[in-house]
């Protein structure tokens, strides 16, 4: 905060400095009047100082943003007279030589005079002007900076929201497989409990970052896919492909774990055959990931998983990639289909 205030002084200082200098910068070379410059040109400079920060600093805080409008106007029309009346009174003391008066002769009559008085209101009204614009500005950007932040916040609370919704629901998951390997095959099933201790350290110490590797997530899905496979008959059938040199493309994190599930939930039958293929391409900064498995409707007693993974999914990818993906899911035939792209 001190820092900004510095600067901000400073680049104050060196605009002001600027404009009393344009004269001399103006001029250079030629001879000067220093008494007409500080006539003509220093004293309304300086009132035009006085009347650009007491809105600045006071005024347009204190009425013009609190919706005060008149009393505002009002005010300033008071400071605008002011300077100008003490102007003419500086002028009349000291620079009685150098100042004409226009249509001071009685012979003469309004709208000369008129228009000097307008002219010279205009010019008191600058500053004034500049004052609002500057100040208005600077508001805006700091309201949209807030409104950015504060979207910002909502949009990672909702995310840690569908994150920590989603690792109970994998480990739910993965619980019901190890519960049907328990009676069947004592020995799968510890294993499977040690490939899940290393599955569930991933989840809860390397996907708290918005972004991780994909060859990161590769490995993971790899995992998972061995874990799911050791309670497959040789009914079911499971095709993976993956990119053999894992390009250093950057993802948020479990995006294609709830796909996979759903193949293996509803791809796997006890009594007929099955294929579970699971296809990543990567081009350039795209990933493509592809999932096609027969669909064997569950019943409704089935109570395995909750169903939230491909709504968690979709809110997902709108909030972290919206315009920026494709998600398209197809039933045809008994075959369940999902294409997703992602552009990094």
């Keep these: 905060m001190y820092k900004n205030t510095k600067i901000l002084f400073i680049q ?16 250079y070379g030629q001879e000067q009047d220093v008494n007409r410059l500080i006539a003509h040109f220093f004293i309304p400079m300086f009132f035009y100082a006085i009347i650009f920060y007491l809105n600045y600093f006071v005024l347009i805080d204190r009425f013009l943003f609190t919706k005060k409008t008149f009393i505002f106007i009002g005010v300033n029309i008071i400071i605008i007279a002011l300077g100008i ?19 001071l002769d009685e012979n003469r009559v309004g709208p000369p005079f008129k228009l000097f008085l307008y002219i010279q209101m205009l010019s ?12 208005a500005t600077k508001r805006w950007v700091k309201t949209e900076a807030e409104k950015k932040e504060a979207d910002n916040f909502k949009l990672q609370t909702e995310l840690q ?10 480990f739910f998951n993965s619980l019901n497989n190890i519960y049907s390997l328990v ?11 040690h490939s899940l201790g290393k599955l569930m350290r991933y989840l809860l110490y390397e996907t708290n970052t918005e972004m991780v590797l994909l060859s990161k997530e ?31 493309i ?17 791809g796997v039958s006890a009594s007929k055959e099955s294929v579970i293929s699971i296809d990543m391409i990567t081009k350039e900064n795209s990933v493509v990931f592809q999932i096609k498995n027969y669909n064997f409707p569950k019943q ?22 919206p315009n920026k993906h494709q998600f398209k899911q197809k039933n045809k035939d008994g075959i369940y289909s999902v294409y997703l792209k992602i552009e990094t």
């Design 85 to 103: 009346l003490l102007k003419e009174q500086i002028e009349n003391i000291f620079f009685q030589d150098l100042i004409k008066r226009p249509n």
């Design 300 to 321: 409704t007693t089935d109570k395995s998983g909750s169903g939230i993974g491909l709504s968690n999914l979709e809110k997902r990818l709108e909030l972290l990639y």
């Design 218 to 248: 590769i490995e993971f899905m790899r995992k998972y896919i061995d874990l799911m496979k050791l309670r497959l008959t040789e009914k079911t059938t499971v095709e993976s492909s993956f990119p053999i040199n894992e390009p250093q």
């Design 161 to 170: 929201h569908l994150r920590y919704q989603l690792q109970p629901h994998f």
């Design 183 to 193: 009676d069947l095959s004592p020995d799968k099933a510890k294993s499977t409990i």
């Design 250 to 266: 950057k993802i948020a994190p479990l995006l294609f774990i709830s796909l996979i599930e759903n193949a293996f939930k509803h």
């Design 12 to 27: 104050h200082l060196l605009i002001w400095l600027v404009l009393f200098s344009m004269p001399f910068i103006l001029s």
């Design 124 to 135: 008191y009204a600058a500053p004034l002007l500049f004052s609002i614009a500057i100040k």
